[in-house]
């Protein structure tokens, strides 16, 4: 099992990120002999699957590496996901009959091959990127999933010089690596301000994440990484709006 995980971790998420194309032999194909379409769905069901277990796979590997105190997956608004859905579906239904008859597919079928291809290919924009986060013992480690590329970090506490509790966000600056669900219209998160002045690496200067329940997150901190630091590792005076 693990050599399995090995291996689809080793894919490529934008190799996996194809499998959508195969909605349009799926729903192209479907008034043919039912093996036509059913390859075309395999292939999808294939790509699929490889792309949530390579979630499940990178968790096991943390879990392997290091001792997981404390998982936190972030999802977009309920009210995000609901105004987008409706409007898939009523864009795709207006564009299905508008392209009825066309290449010999009626509109109800326009309308499902068009509402499948962007409800899996364009799911981190209607439905939230994918993010997660693990607290463990040396660090916290981050999936993070935006389009066509996922982003497996790792940051050790030694790395790390503060975690601040903003809910002030019109001091949010364009450099802060934002590793959330949604990137508009964000309430409160933590910005991680790493020790190098210069930031994290090259990409990555400070990362703001917003966690599901932020005090849950910061008591997951373990303890003795905040003795091993000379001065406070997160600043826990949260900055108010403006009035």
């Not at 008034?31 to 796979?57: D, K, N």
């Not at 936190?72 to 392209?99: E, T």
């Not at 703001?208 to 997150?217: A, I, N, R, S």
Request: with cysteine.
């Amino acid at each position: 099992m693990r050599a399995f995980e090995d291996f689809v971790l080793g894919l490529p998420y934008l190799v996996m990120r194809r499998a959508p194309y195969a909605w349009v032999g799926i729903v192209a194909l479907w008034t043919w002999p039912p093996y036509f379409s059913g390859l075309f769905m395999l292939l999808f069901l294939i790509g699929v699957g490889l792309m949530l277990f390579q979630q499940i796979a990178w968790e096991r590997k943390i879990q392997r590496e290091h001792t997981v105190l404390f998982k936190d997956h972030p999802q977009a608004p309920l009210y995000y996901r609901l105004r987008n859905s409706v409007l898939l579906l009523a864009a795709c239904a207006l564009l299905g009959w508008w392209f009825d008859g066309r290449f010999n597919l009626n509109a109800f079928q326009w309308a499902v091959l068009l509402a499948g291809i962007m409800a899996s290919y364009e799911d981190h924009v209607l439905f939230g990127r994918g993010v997660v986060y693990l607290i463990t013992d040396k660090g916290i480690a981050i999936r993070y999933v935006s389009g066509h590329i996922d982003n497996r970090l790792f940051f050790g506490y030694e790395e790390i010089r503060h975690i601040t509790q903003l809910r002030d966000m019109s001091k949010r600056e364009r450099r802060w690596s934002i590793l959330a669900p949604v990137r508009e219209n964000l309430k409160h998160g933590l910005l991680l301000t790493p020790n190098n002045p210069e930031g994290f690496s090259k990409v990555f200067y400070r990362v703001f994440l917003t966690p599901t329940d932020d005090e849950k997150f910061l008591q997951a901190i373990p303890m003795s990484y905040m003795a091993s630091k000379p001065e406070p590792a997160w600043d826990l005076t949260a900055e108010q709006p403006t009035a």
